[in-house]
Structure formats: structure tokens, C-alpha cells
């Protein structure tokens, strides 16, 4: 039996342990700072929906019973209604439909079927155990507890401890791995309202994902949920909070009235009151030189390359790489010295892609907005007659297709740079 230690019970972790402990020669221990998700109310504060789509579906898939678990407390969405302040929203269909699941809903299934499926000589969660420390020579964890700090030996260790992951800072600070931290230019707030309106006179999609361009770097993306409500993110560059001289919840009300009539009769006053007092949060992006020290330490998931929402495909990618790590391991008979440089070798070049299509699909220029709507709509009927004029445009290859990020990235390098140069010039 080989023992690994896990540090973050997110989405990557939790796959991970799955996908290892499946292989039958392994045991598994994961330290979460977070309390057990079992036996706490879930906070409204920090909660948004992920959009898994096939490459996280196709990870998820690798380890039986998990996507039935799942469908039971997500949404299918077959595509993106568009809003626009009058008419009717432009619809653009995906030929694959995404799953839509709250992270933390994620995350507790991930949990109960991992506690489910196996002895606990096999796997062991601790909760509210924050890692501190990690000496790498002596090859322990320092793990922060209520009562106590105490040291966890490892011999091989996996960090999936997010974006702002405490071994990947220690390993940095050694000069272990070079990697870059960036926020993005926008920060995000959550906003949950019923799907249909108090009167039930409207009722909005609960099949699509729905969006709204407000203004200049100002999005809303709204997401259907199990229990008829919509759950979504309110995003905005962090000098430009359209939202801060509004001080009461009225004030709130009559902002998306103005702004987002359409969505205005689903909000009620203690919606727009809670949301007013939801706090802002960053996004933190990182991107590492390798995913791997040595054969001891993997890093996966947002530890090792988390990026911007805005293609939503973190989650994808972050579960992806469990799966990948297993077709690695079965390469190498679960020789860790070896599997973890190859997973370094065939993983890096994708992740480093991804960074790349995830900072420049969606563009911010209004004209180059229009043309991508335009692109998803109209163009895309009119594609087979006009293939060359009409070539997909990297959202749709990435939502439709299994192909590997760095594919997308070279079929994509066209409408990357215009995107790119649009933002800089
Ligand atoms: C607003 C928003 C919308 C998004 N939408 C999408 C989407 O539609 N599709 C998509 O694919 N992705 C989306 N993402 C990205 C997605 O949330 C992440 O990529 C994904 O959660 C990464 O999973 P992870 O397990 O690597 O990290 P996390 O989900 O961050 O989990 C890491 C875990 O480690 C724990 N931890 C952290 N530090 C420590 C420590 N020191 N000790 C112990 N435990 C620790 C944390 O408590 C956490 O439970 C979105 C992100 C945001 C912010």
C-alpha cells in the first residue's frame, strides 16, 4: 500500500482520492482547512455554480456512480440565452450540454461518495486542519488545528489546496518551482433569486445558462439550480463597483430596474438586501514552470494553474488532471519518481494554453463583443456555406470538444491576438 497525502478537499483533491484509491494499492489521507460539509449549514457568502462541461464530465465519468450522484443535484444546460435590455435574448444552443452544479454541492458528493465507497483504514478526511508548514528535507506537513499544531510525515504529497495554496508558497519560496500570481481585473459578487417571479407571471429558462452585458467590464451570468432558483455571479473591474453608492436594499432594486429590467421582478427586497451585503471577492490566477518537485510532490487543480471564470473551465481542467495523472501512473506502474515529471511533461504545455485562451476568448471591446455574439448566432448557420469566414471561435471549441487546450489555443491564434491587442491597445 502506498500512503499519499492530500492537502484540500476542493473538487481535484477529492477526484484525486477517488481515482487513486480505485486503483487498489493505495491509501489516502486529505487535510481540509474547512469544517466537515456534512455537519455545517453552507455559507450563502462565497457559494457560485460551476458549468462542468466534457472534459470534466469525462473525468468525472472514470469513476462509476459519480455522475448519477451528480446529475441528482445539478442542471443540464443546453446553452446561453443572452439578455439585452429590450427584446428578446439571442440564444446560442451548445451541441453538448454542460452540467451546472454549485461547487460546494460538488465538492459534498465528491465527499459522501468517497466516504461511501471505502474503509476509513483506506481513506481518512480531517477537517479543520489548515497546513502551515512543509518541510520538504524532512519530509513532514505542519497541520494547524483547533486544539493543536501537529506534524503529518509524507513520503509522496499532492497540493489542491486553490489558488492561494500554502505548499505551492513554501515550494515557491525555496525556489522549488517559479510561478506568477496575478488577480484578474474583475471581482465578482453573488446574487441568488427565485427562477420565477413572486406573482408567477415570469418564469426564466431552468435549462440555459443566462446572461447580461451591462456595461463596460460589467457582466451578470445567472445560473438555473435544482431548487427553481438562479444562482450567479455579478462581475465588475474593482474601480469601476457600479454598486457602491447604493447603500440600501431599495436603492439595489431600482439599480436593476434600470439596468437589467428583465430580472428586476424575479428579485425581491431581501434578495437585493442580501446581495448589497454579500462581500466582494478576488480572483486569484497562478501559473507554475512545472506541476511536480521532484517524484515526492504533485501539484493539481487551481494550486498549480488557476484561472480566470471566464470561460469557466478551472473546474473542468482541475478534474481533468486526476484523470490524467491515473493514465499517467498506469503508464508508469504507479512509480511515482517517474509519473510525477511525466505528468509535468504532458500536462504543462495544455495548462500554460489554458491560461492563455482563459485571459483572451471573451473580449472586452464592445465592437469585438458584437462580432463574437454575431460569431455564435448568426455565423454559426451560416458556417457551412462560408467555412473559412465563419471558423469556430474558441468558445465553442472548447465548450464542444474534448480537444486539448493547447489544440484549441493553435487553431484559435487568430481571434486570441485580435483579443489580446484589443485589451492592450
Ligand atoms: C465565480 C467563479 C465561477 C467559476 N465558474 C467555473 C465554471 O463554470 N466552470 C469551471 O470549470 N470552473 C469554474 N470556476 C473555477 C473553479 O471554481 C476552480 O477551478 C475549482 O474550484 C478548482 O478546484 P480545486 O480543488 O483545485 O481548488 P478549490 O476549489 O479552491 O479547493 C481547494 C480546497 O483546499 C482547501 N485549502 C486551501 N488552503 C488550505 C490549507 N492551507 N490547508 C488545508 N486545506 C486548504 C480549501 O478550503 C478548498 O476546499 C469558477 C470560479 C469562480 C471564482
Redesign the pocket.
Same mark, same amino acid.
Do not use: H, K, W
Given at each position: 500500500m502506498q500512503k499519499i497525502i492530500i492537502?484540500? $478537499?476542493? =473538487?481535484? !483533491?477529492l477526484l484525486l482520492a477517488h481515482y487513486l484509491l480505485s486503483r487498489g494499492n493505495y491509501q489516502v489521507e486529505i487535510?481540509? %482547512? %474547512?469544517p466537515d460539509p456534512r455537519s455545517v449549514e453552507q455559507s450563502t457568502q462565497r457559494i457560485?455554480p /460551476? $458549468? /462542468?462541461q466534457t472534459r *470534466?464530465m469525462q473525468a468525472i465519468r472514470g469513476i462509476p456512480k459519480l455522475e448519477e450522484a451528480l446529475t441528482k443535484e445539478g442542471i443540464w444546460a443546453q446553452g446561453v440565452f443572452i439578455h439585452r435590455k429590450k427584446g428578446e435574448p439571442r440564444k446560442v444552443k451548445r451541441k453538448n450540454p454542460s452540467l451546472v452544479i454549485d %461547487?460546494n454541492r460538488l465538492t459534498l458528493i465528491l465527499l459522501q461518495e468517497l466516504l461511501d465507497s471505502y474503509d476509513s483504514n483506506l481513506v481518512r478526511v480531517k477537517f479543520d &486542519?489548515? &497546513?502551515v508548514g512543509v518541510n520538504q528535507a524532512d519530509q513532514t506537513l505542519t497541520i494547524q488545528s483547533a486544539e493543536e499544531n501537529f506534524l503529518v510525515s509524507f513520503e509522496n504529497l499532492v497540493a489542491? #489546496? *486553490? +489558488? %492561494? +495554496?500554502?505548499v505551492r508558497e513554501v515550494l515557491a519560496s525555496q525556489g522549488n518551482l517559479h510561478c506568477q500570481q496575478e488577480f484578474i481585473p474583475d471581482v465578482?459578487k453573488s446574487l441568488f433569486v427565485s427562477r420565477v417571479s413572486p406573482d408567477k407571471t415570469i418564469e426564466f429558462g431552468g435549462n440555459v445558462l443566462h446572461t447580461w452585458t451591462i456595461a463596460r467590464g460589467i457582466r451578470l451570468v445567472m445560473v438555473p439550480q435544482p431548487d427553481n432558483c438562479l444562482h450567479g455571479?455579478f462581475i465588475f473591474p474593482p474601480d469601476k463597483n457600479p454598486l457602491e453608492n447604493l447603500t440600501t436594499g431599495e436603492a439595489i432594486l431600482d439599480y436593476f430596474a434600470e439596468k437589467i429590467p428583465s430580472l428586476r421582478p424575479l428579485m425581491t427586497l431581501e434578495d437585493a438586501e442580501a446581495f448589497r451585503q454579500r462581500p466582494v471577492s478576488k480572483?486569484l490566477t497562478v501559473k507554475c514552470d512545472r506541476l511536480n518537485v521532484g517524484g515526492q510532490i504533485l501539484l493539481i *487543480? #487551481?494550486?498549480a494553474h $488557476?484561472v480566470s =471564470?471566464s470561460i !469557466?473551465?478551472? &473546474?473542468?481542467a +482541475?478534474l481533468q488532471d486526476a484523470m490524467i495523472f491515473a493514465q499517467v501512473l498506469d503508464q508508469y506502474q504507479d512509480d511515482w519518481e517517474k509519473a510525477l515529471p511525466a505528468f509535468t511533461s504532458q500536462r504543462l504545455e495544455d495548462v500554460h494554453a489554458l491560461r492563455d485562451l482563459s485571459d483572451y476568448t471573451v473580449p472586452r471591446s464592445k465592437w469585438m463583443i458584437l462580432e463574437m455574439i454575431f460569431h455564435l448566432t448568426l455565423g454559426k448557420r451560416l458556417r457551412p456555406w462560408f467555412p473559412q469566414i465563419f471558423r469556430p471561435l474558441p468558445m465553442e471549441l472548447i465548450m464542444e470538444e474534448a480537444t486539448p487546450y493547447s489544440e484549441v489555443l493553435k487553431q484559435s491564434q487568430k481571434w486570441i491576438s485580435r483579443v489580446r491587442n484589443s485589451m492592450t491597445s
Open positions: 492537502v484540500g $478537499a476542493g =473538487p481535484a !483533491g487535510y481540509e %482547512r %474547512r457560485f /460551476l $458549468a /462542468l *470534466g %461547487r &486542519c489548515n &497546513c489542491a #489546496d *486553490g +489558488s %492561494r +495554496s500554502q465578482y455571479t480572483i *487543480g #487551481d494550486a $488557476a =471564470p !469557466g473551465q478551472g &473546474c473542468n +482541475s
